[in-house]
Each structure stands twice: as structure tokens, then as C-alpha cells.
């Protein structure tokens, strides 16, 4: 068991139509974090959330959205896609400040 | 300016070569990572630093607080070292996000 996946792998979807990616655990971790790597620039805070229902926004939150319904999962929505939101999507969890983090491997999207 | 920068940006290595890649940051931290992110993209933890000096088989990491510094090393690289690391930190009070750098790309040639 990873203790984290993600959800789908790789994704290729069309400009204005609506995305989902789907972060799972199984630590049970209270901090959960959306990422994104683009070349040039390091790894990108999106959002993150710090408990069931408790989500903020990071460095490059415009054009999407997140939930968190249970401590297990946390959904990142692209609602309308665009190309500049072709990247790679890293999904990671700790259990706190201070503690390790684990990533998971990474979601491929492709917006065309 | 970028809070995190690393050097080298590239790094070309024999086997067998001692290998240092740096990172300094502009702001207060709680906490430092070195990660490794190889070809296939994975990203897997290394090292979380708070002071002083951590090792782990051939890899070892140091960082100074009051310089704003920390450096990772490589003893008798090899081959399979090859990837990108990259040093991420936890601004103070920041609820654990973390600042990145923009990664060191290591290859080291047979």
C-alpha cells in the first residue's frame, strides 16, 4: 500500500471542459497539498487543507477549486480548463509541522 | 527574487566524485527538505533539517540558520544518484506549506 494515490495518471482533456483530480490516503494525515511542476519554476502550492472541510488557498489558486469531504480524500477541480493549466499535478500529506511529507506520483494533464 | 534558490542549476559528475548541491532562502523557517525526483517523476523525501547535520549511506545534509544555508552531499556518487534534487523549506507559521526551490539536476556519467 503507497499510503497515497492519485488519481487518474495521466489526463488529456479539452479546453473549457471541467477536470477532477483526486488525491486519496490512507495515513490518515491531517494536511493534505495540491502542487503543480512546471519547467522553470519549482513546485507550486495550489492549495491546501488542514482538516475535513478546512481548505486554503496557496500561491497559484485562480481556475481552481478544492474539497475536502473525508480525511482520506481531497479533490482538486479545474472548472474550466485551460491550457496554461497543463502541467503536472502533485498531490502530497503530512501529518503536521515539522513531520515528513510523501508525495504522490504525480498526475499528467493535458489540456488541448 | 525567489525566497529559495539552489546551485547548480545542472551538474555533471564521474562516478565516484563527492558531489555538493546548495540552497539558501531569504525567509524565517521552521524546517528544511531535500528531495529527490527522478526520471519517472516520482518525488521521495530525503532529509528534514531543523539544525545542524543529518546522514543517510552516502548522502548528507547540513544546514546553518544564521547563514540561511544548507548544502547536500554525495559521497562516491554513482550512476543511479542521477535526478533531480530539490530543497524545499517551511516558512515559519506557514500551517507546514512548503517554498521550493527550483531543483538541481544531477547526472552522473559512468
Known amino acids: 500500500d503507497a499510503g497515497i494515490t492519485q488519481s487518474p495518471r495521466h489526463k488529456v482533456t479539452e479546453t473549457g471542459t471541467p477536470v477532477t483530480l483526486r488525491c486519496h490516503q490512507t495515513e490518515n494525515h491531517r494536511y493534505m497539498y495540491w502542487y503543480r511542476q512546471d519547467p522553470g519554476h519549482g513546485l507550486r502550492l495550489i492549495h491546501y487543507?488542514?482538516?475535513?472541510?478546512?481548505?486554503d488557498k496557496g500561491e497559484v489558486s485562480d481556475g481552481y477549486s478544492v474539497s475536502r469531504s473525508k480525511t482520506e480524500d481531497f479533490l482538486l477541480t479545474l472548472e474550466s480548463a485551460t491550457s496554461s493549466q497543463t502541467s503536472v499535478y502533485f498531490c502530497?500529506?503530512?501529518?503536521?509541522?515539522?513531520?515528513?511529507?510523501?508525495f504522490g506520483s504525480g498526475t499528467r494533464l493535458t489540456v488541448v | 527574487k525567489n525566497e529559495v534558490e539552489q546551485s547548480p542549476q545542472n551538474l555533471t559528475a564521474q562516478e565516484g566524485e563527492f558531489i555538493t548541491i546548495n540552497c539558501s532562502y531569504s525567509?524565517?523557517?521552521?524546517?528544511l527538505h531535500w528531495l529527490q525526483q527522478h526520471p519517472g517523476g516520482g518525488i521521495v523525501s530525503l532529509f528534514m533539517l531543523s539544525s545542524g547535520k543529518k546522514k543517510h549511506g552516502r548522502l548528507i545534509a547540513t544546514i546553518n540558520i544564521q547563514e540561511k544555508h544548507s548544502s547536500l552531499h554525495i559521497t562516491a556518487s554513482h550512476p543511479r544518484d542521477s535526478a533531480v534534487y530539490i530543497c524545499a523549506v517551511i516558512h515559519g507559521g506557514s500551517q507546514g506549506n512548503l517554498i521550493f526551490g527550483k531543483g538541481t539536476k544531477l547526472s552522473v556519467k559512468p
Open positions: 487543507s488542514y482538516g475535513v472541510k478546512d481548505t
Open positions: 502530497a500529506i503530512s501529518p503536521g509541522n515539522n513531520y515528513g511529507y510523501t
Open positions: 525567509v524565517g523557517i521552521s524546517a
